[in-house]
């Protein structure tokens, strides 16, 4: 390495020390922790100091890999997430696309409702849509004729009442991404396909889409990481994970069985859990993509 | 080399920080009799009248002691739960007396919350019920003063008996039939408003058969929900959430407000519901139109036990001003002031002489006083029941069994597992 070298490496770094200093305060340090405590059998009475703190090492992680409910509970919310992701990318891109299509005053019109979605608190959002559907009141089933009906009695009508708010408040975000995305593809580009004689449909599969791929990787990403998180939506629609706990996702089923009941020890090991598997299916997802060519 | 560093700082603060971190109260030793003794009382809907008795009390306090101001802050109850443990934490943030519920007493006393009270020295201790004052105790030792109670018994509408020529039902067996036979003459009613998370309608039912929750041999607890007698009760309870009775649809999930809610609306033709429920119900439509009778027991004539719930006021443990929060407590929880309270609010008080006279001027209150005095039940005194309840074990445990998805068996046989998890963690 040559002086100059080193010492150019030694101006970055103190120019990034600031960033690193925030990131290392703001991350490592909470995930640090976390780890740490979900090492530990650490409820309240250790907490202010009422008992001694145990060291349990995996102990909590065995505790919770061992229970059934947890995997039952783990491969809902996949399926769970994995519906909303599916359901909001297409929603989103759908609309994305009817924009660029249509009139300025339908697309405002169109935005400002999807931006009201989005704007929209979780908990006002959910209980706006417990109303809409309620099951003496609800204004849906007097639409449908159905009164008395309950929607989130049943498992699945619960689990889809819930998939259909969170991807009601979620599309907005990946419509206007999408759209600016699509308003970004310079003309040339387009003007060239056409004049080479390739119909709508090839354009918008060989050379719409590959130009959109960064960007749909992104909101992709990103709804994988809010739809595996979802706790709100959950929390309030199902009164707290369904009848008989059937529509606990692995967020409420964390919160229930471990930070309501003061066992924060095995609360941590299941954030710890949920963030490997974050990490994991990201990794997953940004690997595959780079092996089918994308530069990231 | 840089790396070297780096490694050696992170390996430096891993070994500072290897624990998580623990704080909490230790007793403070000082005892001042002078400065600034404050408060936490549970805000209420309608808090006006708790606030004047408060005021009352404060300024006879006060007026005792010269030198001393009350601070009273009123907290919900919604999040009590999230302030204790914050209180608990950092003994700084921390009032000196505290309302709170009793089902909270044991997490509370296991985390080193409250100090022990001596009520020995205070005469009007000993017309405490002893049923209630035992919801004060762990393992023997009082932490709280018992300052009102709540009890349930069961709700019906006058107006739908007479019509049908229907006797509110005498004992436990006959419930399930008449709520069957009044839905099937009157579809558009629930026979009884019963709710599968509605934890203390469920508890009656089984204790009523012998049953338990759970039992206790010198303080170590194992789960008693699968017992014979518990099985019997839950399948009676569960029983009445079936489509012929209490549909499971609109049943399954509801607690406590949401099946009175049911009875309120004009929906139900029985409930079970508590004394404090009173003024809601009268401000609904089922209004001058309903009575109510202590929840009949397995044979005739008997009432089967009800859960004694209710607050207490107790003492923290890191306080510094012990002596004057000691008296604070007794003058709030006294006769004088539980009576006050009860024309204020409705509580019933913890005395049986207050409540034998409170009683014979309030017709509306004997369902309930002689269910008090025919002996209530609890709720397992350990810390374990706090996290057993927050991981919501009974109610899925009935929702299972009313979805059909476990039968009882199965069902007690699981939340029993689970229960003993907790009890031995």
């Known amino acids: 390495m040559s002086v100059t070298a080193k010492g150019q490496g030694r101006t970055a770094f103190a120019y990034l020390a600031p960033a690193l200093l925030i990131l290392g305060g703001l991350l490592a340090y909470p995930i640090y922790q976390l780890v740490l405590i979900s090492l530990y059998d650490y409820g309240q009475e250790q907490v202010s100091g009422g008992a001694p703190l145990e060291f349990l090492g995996l102990g909590n992680y065995r505790n919770l890999l061992g229970n059934q409910q947890f995997w039952g509970v783990l491969g809902q919310t996949v399926a769970f997430a994995a519906v909303c992701v599916v359901g909001t990318l297409l929603v989103g891109a759908f609309l994305a696309i009817l924009a660029t299509r249509v009139r300025t005053w339908v697309r405002m019109t169109l935005f400002l409702a999807a931006l009201g979605a989005w704007s929209t608190p979780a908990v006002a959002g959910s209980t706006i849509w417990l109303f809409l559907f309620d099951a003496n009141f609800g204004f849906v089933n007097e639409v449908l004729g159905i009164q008395g009906f309950s929607w989130t009695f049943d498992k699945w009508t619960a689990f889809g009442l819930v998939a259909a708010q969170v991807i009601w408040c979620s599309f907005p975000f990946v419509m206007v991404t999408l759209f600016a995305g699509i308003k970004a593809i310079p003309g040339e580009v387009l003007e060239a396909a056409a004049l080479d004689g390739a119909s709508a449909f090839r354009t918008a599969w060989s050379v719409t889409l590959p130009l959109l791929k960064p960007i749909i990787l992104v909101v992709t990403i990103q709804s994988i990481i809010w739809d595996f998180k979802v706790f709100t939506q959950i929390y309030v629609m199902t009164n707290g994970g369904g009848i008989a706990g059937r529509n606990l996702v692995l967020n409420v089923y964390a919160y229930q069985q471990a930070f309501a009941a003061s066992e924060y020890g095995l609360g941590a090991a299941i954030g710890v859990v949920m963030t490997v598997l974050l990490l994991g299916i990201t990794m997953f997802y940004l690997r595959a993509l780079r092996r089918s060519g994308e530069v990231l | ?425």
């Open chain 2, 1 to 425: 080399m840089r790396m070297k560093t780096l490694v050696a700082v992170l390996g430096v603060g891993a070994v500072v920080a290897c624990a998580p971190v623990q704080s909490g109260p230790t007793s403070s030793g000082t005892d001042e009799q002078t400065g600034q003794l404050r408060v936490w009382l549970f805000d209420e809907v309608n808090r006006g009248p708790k606030e004047a008795v408060v005021k009352e009390a404060i300024s006879e306090f006060q007026g005792k002691h010269s030198g001393v101001t009350v601070d009273v802050q009123y907290i919900q109850v919604s999040s009590r739960a999230e302030r204790f443990k914050a209180a608990f934490s950092d003994p700084k943030s921390a009032p000196d007396v505290a309302e709170f519920g009793n089902t909270d007493l044991a997490g509370y006393v296991s985390a080193g919350g409250f100090s022990e009270l001596d009520l020995g020295k205070w005469d009007e201790s000993k017309d405490l019920v002893p049923s209630i004052l035992d919801t004060a105790k762990v393992d023997g030792k009082t932490y709280g003063v018992p300052w009102f109670v709540g009890v349930r018994a069961l709700y019906y509408r006058t107006d739908v008996f007479t019509e049908l020529g229907l006797k509110p039902p005498a004992t436990l067996d006959e419930i399930a039939p008449l709520a069957r036979e009044i839905r099937q003459k009157k579809p558009e009613l629930i026979g009884i408003s019963a709710g599968g998370k509605y934890l203390f309608a469920a508890l009656p039912f089984i204790w009523a058969q012998g049953g338990d929750i759970a039992k206790s041999d010198g303080g170590k607890f194992t789960a008693a929900i699968d017992s014979a007698e518990s099985k019997a009760g839950v399948a009676k309870y569960t029983e009445l959430i079936k489509d012929d009775i209490c549909p499971p649809a609109t049943c399954a999930g509801n607690g406590g407000d949401a099946s009175v809610e049911a009875f309120r609306a004009g929906k139900a033709a029985m409930t079970i519901g508590g004394d404090f429920n009173r003024k809601s119900v009268d401000a609904s439509s089922a209004a001058g139109k309903y009575g109510v009778v202590p929840l009949p027991g397995k044979t005739k004539g008997s009432v089967a036990p009800a859960f004694a719930g209710g607050n207490l006021l107790g003492v923290m443990k890191g306080t510094q001003r012990k002596t004057l929060a000691n008296e604070f407590t007794q003058l709030l929880a006294s006769k004088k002031y539980q009576q006050k309270m009860y024309t204020a609010m409705g509580n019933l008080p913890t005395f049986s002489d207050v409540q034998k006279q409170v009683a014979e001027s309030d017709k509306f209150l004997e369902p309930f006083t002689k269910t008090l005095q025919s002996g209530t039940k609890f709720v397992p005194v350990t810390p374990a029941w706090a996290k057993i309840e927050a991981q919501t074990v009974v109610p899925t445990m009935l929702q299972e069994i009313v979805t059909g998805a476990k039968n009882v068996d199965t069902a007690t046989a699981d939340a029993a597992k689970t229960m003993n998890a907790a009890f031995t963690s």
